[in-house]
Structures are given as structure tokens and as C-alpha cells.
């Protein structure tokens, strides 16, 4: 029942950064895990970064040392941090959560991120 919005998403040049919120209607307390998902056309939806209640993290190996997750449980947001950013990059992404176990009970509608070469 928690609604997701994503913003921040656009075009940049490879080497740029971006930095991706996701608003949440209500609180995200009893939400065990955070995702950011992306999905690119004509290609499976990929898992991105994880962040739990106890702010573990996990991140593919594609975005790894380069994205950073986060969540702030007073102002109901999470964010993905994303530097050096590549043109493979290129995708539609998504904030998902979910009670953990790889559930996931919310999606967000997604933001477009372009990085052109």
C-alpha cells in the first residue's frame, strides 16, 4: 500500500553523474528492503542495488564501486547515487520494496536515465 515515485532521472554524458530519489507515500520503517531495478529495451529487468532496515547493500557486479544506495527513514526517501556513468547505463529505472526475501510489495513507475557516449 505504500506508493513509490522516482525522480531525477535524464540525459547525460558518459562520466557524469546522477542522483536518483524515490518518494514514499507513507513510511518506509516496516520496509526490510529497498531495491532500484532497471530495465533497458529488449532486456530482462535487472537488479541493481538492495538496501536493507539495517542498511546492508548489495549491488550488481556492472554498477559496483560506482552507484551508492541509501535511505532515509525520517523523510520516507531512498536514493541512488550514480558517478561515472556509462552509455550501458542507459535504462528505465525503478524503486522497488518489499517486507526482504527478495519479495517485493511496491513499485514505483519508473524514471528514464540516458547517458550518451
Known amino acids: 500500500q505504500v506508493q513509490l515515485v522516482e525522480s531525477g532521472g535524464g540525459l547525460v554524458q558518459a562520466g557524469g553523474s546522477l542522483r536518483l530519489s524515490c518518494a514514499a507515500s507513507?513510511?518506509?520503517?516496516?520496509?526490510?528492503?529497498l531495491y532500484w531495478y532497471r530495465q533497458a529495451p529488449g532486456k530482462q529487468r535487472e537488479l541493481v542495488a538492495t538496501?536493507?532496515?539495517?542498511?546492508?547493500?548489495k549491488y550488481a557486479d556492472s554498477v559496483k564501486g560506482r552507484f551508492t544506495v541509501s535511505r532515509d527513514n525520517a523523510k520516507n526517501t531512498a536514493s541512488l547515487q550514480m558517478n561515472s556513468l556509462k552509455p550501458e547505463d542507459t535504462a528505465v529505472y525503478y524503486c522497488?520494496?518489499?517486507?526482504?526475501?527478495?519479495?517485493?510489495?511496491?513499485w514505483g513507475r519508473g524514471t528514464q536515465v540516458t547517458v550518451s557516449s
Open positions: 538496501i536493507t532496515r539495517g542498511d546492508t547493500t
Open positions: 522497488a520494496a518489499g517486507p526482504g526475501l527478495g519479495l517485493v510489495s511496491s
Open positions: 507513507g513510511s518506509i520503517r516496516s520496509l526490510n528492503a
